[in-house]
């Protein structure tokens, strides 16, 4: 074992019982696993015979499940509907031992729920139910109320933005400022559009297409590849920027200059929440001591299993050191 692997190791053993604070979009993930075997009579599409479903935490409910699994503590921050699929993402939080004290219940508003139809371990299509709303000034409030007394105990912090209305601008400002006076790392997995809105926090970390989108750049090769990065880490003014490639991996800027991380993916069956699994691992690491690139190294780990499961999945501490080998 080499010498970089023993440190990667260490890291992950110190990862039990670290408070990470998480603000964000709360989902349902409803999966409807069934078979195929017929055409539709009444339109050229599959008739899929329903033999189960099952629920998951999505969203920013998913990183905090995947710090649950790595056995830290979740400090989890965000807005639910007071409907039945509110009523059933508590109980999930509730079943993963996540505590629901930072849950905001907004009697008016609609849970987001995702729901994947699968059939022979294949995705056939997914429907949304959400409400990208602005939260009322009242809901934002009581959001400023469940994470200020969770700031100071939390060992980093993450914003979850999914652009369903929880993370508006005036409240992410909000919690960068914060989290750089009281010298928190905080990472951001970006949707907006603008990412000027993220401006000082530790490490933002958008996927390819949505580098794409914000920086205007069109990516055909390496060279604009790193063009649409640098342009991104001066819009943020953030630490770090870490671009997430698929099956490519991930590469990694500091302003001074970028490092790639090649995949450890060896089969990919759902991409799904791989998102949350990089960036709940990666903060994560940092709250444990690791310097950032070997945190985006064990981040990369994390996402080469969550990749290899189907469904919305997270990967554990043991699964990652196997993985570190």
């Known amino acids: 074992m080499t010498k970089s692997n023993q440190q990667l190791q260490k890291v992950v053993q110190q990862f039990s019982d670290q408070p990470i604070l998480v603000v964000g979009d709360l989902m349902l993930d409803r999966y409807v696993w069934g078979r195929v075997e017929r055409i539709s009579p009444e339109a050229p599409v599959p008739v899929v015979e329903v033999v189960k479903e099952t629920v998951h935490l999505g969203g920013a409910a998913n990183v905090a499940c995947n710090l649950a699994v790595l056995k830290a503590r979740p400090l989890l921050v965000g807005v639910v509907g007071g409907d039945e699929a509110g009523d059933r993402l508590v109980e999930e939080l509730h ?37 990208k709303t602005p939260l009322s000034q009242g809901t934002v409030d009581q959001i400023r109320s469940a994470y200020q007394p969770l700031l100071e105990q939390a060992k980093g912090m993450i914003i979850s933005d999914y652009a369903k209305g929880a993370c508006s601008a005036p409240l992410v400002v909000d919690l960068i400022q914060e989290a750089r006076q009281a010298k928190k790392f905080l990472a951001v997995d970006p949707k907006a559009g603008d990412f000027s809105v993220y401006r000082g926090a530790s490490i933002v970390t958008p996927n390819k297409k949505e580098a794409v989108r914000a920086s205007g750049v069109e990516i055909v090769d390496e060279a604009s590849f790193i063009q649409a990065g640098e342009k991104l880490l001066e819009v943020t003014a953030s630490d770090y920027l870490l671009i997430t490639r698929g099956e490519e991996g991930m590469t990694l800027f500091d302003g001074k200059e970028h490092s790639h991380i090649p995949t450890v993916a060896r089969e990919v069956f759902d991409v799904s929440g791989a998102g949350d699994t990089v960036i709940a691992s990666l903060t994560l690491a940092v709250a444990a001591g690791a310097s950032i690139r070997d945190a985006a190294i064990l981040a990369n780990h994390a996402a080469g299993v969550a990749v290899g499961k189907l469904g919305t999945a997270a990967a554990t501490g043991e699964e990652i050191l196997s993985s570190i080998g």
């Open 95 to 131: 079943r993963q031992e996540i505590s629901s004290e930072g849950i905001v219940r907004d009697k008016g508003r609609s849970t987001t729920i995702k729901t994947r139809i699968i059939a022979h371990n294949q995705q056939v299509c997914r429907t949304d139910r959400e409400d």
